[in-house]
């Protein structure tokens, strides 16, 4: 015999039909031998199972067979930027992974899709597992909707987008379950898992208060869709709801405890230490008399110190530095921070939207949206002090 008429034909060419013909059974039978076998008598499987390995059929499409059934088995996570940022970012690694915990408890893959906007490792084992879909594209000013209508979910998580991001009505035109994580804040169309954002801020203005400071920096990232770097106007109202709520607690803060600081604030188009080092410079060559920094992410923090040791100022001798997230490098360069349980996050926002999605396939009527406030700690460590 030929070596080519024992060669599988490619699987382009191969169908459940043109099995049937070959074997001369039915396509009723042959579709029980890859979804209900034990109809199938054992000789007759054992012949299809044979010649589909032959000609290089695998089964019917999961897909399409999940779409039959009502169900896609698999939940979308909607990132606040392109989609390296889920990878490069800590505090979104950890998330991730969260996310992807629940994922691989309930065997469910998860499609990771990019806003299109917004500032800014997920793996899993087992039968959970993590797709991607959309190019990480470059920021073009106006928010772009992802393909919410054509990728299989059951329900989605959005991740930190902006007010005014066109990403939620496009999930809510699905009808399919959503969990709000961080921002926008709660509302009644979907359920929201974060922290109190404002009382971060309030914690750490009362912190840097009762250490004397009356000068106070802060560098965030963007605080609109527009892609800019500089300083920010008092009166300025950024787009973001968690970068918003963390401003005003911080005056609130300063102001509780007698303190009547003057907060500048610095803006980078991203949350990565490198824009965190050239906030920095930025806001102290505009502002030298600054004795204290806030920095809305402990990556922009580490950014700060890695800066300010170039520059020769001294923290916190000269200028004090906080973060927010408590991420793993926080703790080794002594960092001030507020921690936030960061893979916790990830796991209530999954476990959250798959019992809605069980809820749903049910048939159960959905409860009232639900907002889950996680605990947040201020971690006092080395890069804060009183002013000198």
Same mark, same amino acid.
């Given at each position: ?38 109809? #199938? $008598? +054992? %000789? @007759?499987?054992? !012949?299809?199972? *044979?010649?589909?390995?032959?000609? =290089?059929?695998?089964?019917? /499409? ?70 991607? #879909? $959309? +190019? %990480? @594209?470059?920021? !073009?000013?106006? *928010?772009?909707?992802?393909?919410? =209508?054509?990728?299989?979910? /059951? ?80 009166? *300025? ?152």
């Amino acid at each position: 015999m030929e070596e080519s008429s024992i060669m599988p034909r490619p699987a382009s060419d191969a169908s459940l039909l043109s099995l049937a013909r070959a074997l001369d059974l039915s396509t009723a039978t042959v579709s029980n031998a890859f979804n209900r076998p034990e109809r #199938v $008598g +054992a %000789a @007759t499987l054992e !012949r299809i199972l *044979a010649e589909a390995e032959r000609i =290089g059929y695998s089964g019917p /499409d999961l897909a399409a067979r999940q779409l039959r059934r009502g169900r896609a088995d698999a939940i979308g996570l909607v990132l606040t930027d392109a989609l390296p940022f889920a990878f490069e970012d800590h505090a979104a690694v950890g998330f991730l992974a969260g996310v992807a915990q629940t994922c691989e408890e309930t065997g469910r893959s998860l499609v990771m899709l990019p806003s299109g906007s917004g500032s800014g490792s997920g793996s899993s084992s087992g039968s959970g597992s993590v797709r991607s #879909v $959309g +190019a %990480a @594209t470059p920021l !073009r000013g106006a *928010a772009s909707v992802p393909p919410l =209508g054509t990728v299989a979910i /059951d329900g989605v998580i959005v991740y930190s987008v902006g007010d005014r991001e066109p990403v939620l009505a496009a999930a809510q035109a699905r009808r399919i379950p959503i969990v709000v994580v961080d921002q926008p804040h709660a509302g009644p169309a979907w359920d929201w898992v974060g922290i109190d954002d404002r009382a971060v801020g309030v914690t750490v203005g009362e912190h840097l208060a009762q250490l004397g400071h009356e000068r106070v920096g802060v560098i965030a990232p963007r605080l609109s869709q527009a892609r800019r770097n500089g300083p920010v106007p008092r009166d *300025a109202v950024p787009d973001y709801a968690v970068l918003r709520a963390r401003i005003e607690g911080l005056r609130a803060g300063l102001a509780a405890h007698g303190s009547a600081a003057e907060v500048t604030i610095e803006e980078r188009t991203i949350s990565s230490e490198q824009a965190g080092a050239a906030g920095f410079a930025a806001l102290m060559a505009r502002h030298p008399a600054l004795t204290a920094v806030f920095c809305l992410s402990d990556e922009l923090a580490l950014g700060a110190l890695a800066r300010a040791a170039e520059l020769g100022i001294d923290v916190p001798g000269r200028v004090s530095i906080v973060g927010v997230d408590d991420i793993e490098r926080a703790e080794a360069v002594g960092l001030t921070t507020i921690e936030q349980p960061l893979q916790a996050k990830g796991a209530v926002a999954g476990r959250l939207l798959m019992a809605r999605i069980d809820e749903r396939l049910a048939g159960g009527r959905p409860g009232p949206a639900q907002a889950r406030v996680l605990p947040t700690t201020l971690h006092v460590r080395s890069t804060t002090a009183p002013p000198s």
